[in-house]
C-alpha cells in the first residue's frame, strides 16, 4: 500500500494546479471536480463494505488496484469539465473501496497481539511514502517533457503506469 501510494503522490498534489493554473478553471469549477470524487466515496462505500463481507478484503483491493491506475490517464483524454467529473466519481468509487479494505486488511492480517504495531506501521510508511511521492514529482516536473504540451500530464502518465506496475507485482503476492 505504500509503495501504490508513493505512485500516486507523484501525480496526486498536481491535479489542483493544472486544473487552476494550466485549464484555467474557475474556483466553482474545481470544486465541483473535487467534490464528485467525496460524492462517488460516500455513496459507494456501503457497497464496499458489503461486497467485502461476501468476497473478501483482498478481491474488493485486486478489482479497484488494476482500476485506480487509469484514473490519471482519463485526465489526458479531454479537459471538459462534465467529463472531469465522470473521471472523479469513477476515482472516488475505486479509491472507497481501495481505502476501506486496504484498512480492514490490516485487521485480518495483524495477529491479535500485535494489531496496533502493524496499524502504526501502515500509517507510517503510507505517510512517509506519500511524502516521498510528492518530492519524486515536484523534482520530475522541472526535468519531465511535456505530454501533449503540460508536463503535468507527464506525471499523470508516470503515475498511472507505475500504479499499475505495482499493482501487477505486489497486489496478487498479497494472502
Excluded at 501504490?4 to 485549464?23: G, H, N, T
Excluded at 474545481?30 to 478481491?59: C, H, P, Q, R
Excluded at 492480517?109 to 502493524?118: D, E, F, I, T
Aim: with cysteine.
Amino acid at each position: 500500500v505504500a509503495v501504490f501510494q508513493c505512485a500516486v503522490y507523484i501525480a496526486s498534489p498536481f491535479f489542483a494546479p493544472y486544473m487552476l493554473a494550466d485549464l484555467h478553471f474557475t474556483y466553482i469549477f474545481f470544486a465541483l471536480i473535487f467534490a464528485s470524487e467525496f460524492l462517488a466515496k460516500v455513496l459507494i462505500v456501503t457497497f464496499w463494505g458489503k461486497y467485502a463481507d461476501k468476497a473478501g478484503n483482498l478481491k474488493v483491493m485486486r478489482i479497484v488496484s488494476f482500476a485506480i491506475p487509469f484514473v490519471p490517464l482519463l485526465w489526458l483524454a479531454s479537459h471538459n469539465i462534465f467529463y472531469l467529473v465522470l473521471v472523479q466519481l469513477f476515482s472516488g468509487a475505486c479509491w472507497a473501496g481501495f481505502d476501506l479494505c486496504s484498512g480492514n486488511f490490516i485487521y485480518e492480517a495483524a495477529p491479535l497481539g500485535k494489531r496496533l504495531k502493524y496499524i502504526a506501521y501502515h500509517r507510517a510508511l503510507t505517510t512517509a511514502f506519500m511524502a516521498i511521492g510528492a518530492l519524486i514529482g515536484a523534482y520530475l516536473l522541472g526535468v519531465v517533457r511535456p505530454v501533449l504540451g503540460y508536463n503535468i500530464l507527464a506525471l499523470f502518465v508516470l503515475s498511472g503506469a507505475l500504479r499499475l506496475a505495482v499493482a501487477m507485482v505486489m497486489f496478487p503476492k498479497l494472502k
